[in-house]
């Protein structure tokens, strides 16, 4: 049994659930996200309670045929899509060097970090970046986009130990190591 497959999903008021067949649409003021989900899963949604329910058939789990984590998993991304479309998602990066900085040119972000020429990102659609010299904020509403393009933004210029610069995410703390010492 799935602990966390079992939890209705309380939708909000603002938030407009389309579920056709394997796939389901969830719409909202952050914009519209859909999922297409195994047909071993069971997803049904009741309008007048607004929640969505999300099953498995015990005699699969039983039976091992299917895998019963594709219901816990299944549950967690729809309620990260309702949460997506309702809130939104932010991750926050810091571009620590003297003279580094991170700037958005059009549809990309441009990232000078020491190395002989900008680099280029292109950002994403349905993601919003803002970068102000040493901060660079992403924005949307897909959870996994939001992270991946915060950690391919990191991936380019890792913090380093010893001096600590790099492009960190605003709450990590890069732990510092003493370098050579001179002289006695």
Sequence with gaps: MSRIGKKAISVPGNVKVNLSGNSISVEGPKGTLSYDFRSEVDVSYDDSAKSISVSMDEALIAKKRSNGAYWGTTRSLINNMIEGVAKGYEKKLQVVGVGWTATVNGTNLALKVGYA????????????VTAEKQMIVINGA????????????????KPEPYNGKGIKYLEEVIQRKQGKAFGK
Aim: hydrophobic fraction near 40%.
């Design 142 to 157: 897909d959870k996994q986009m939001v992270g991946h393009f915060a950690a391919s933004t990191r991936a380019k210029r």
């Design 117 to 128: 020429n900008t680099i280029l990102m292109p950002i994403p659609t349905g993601l919003t």
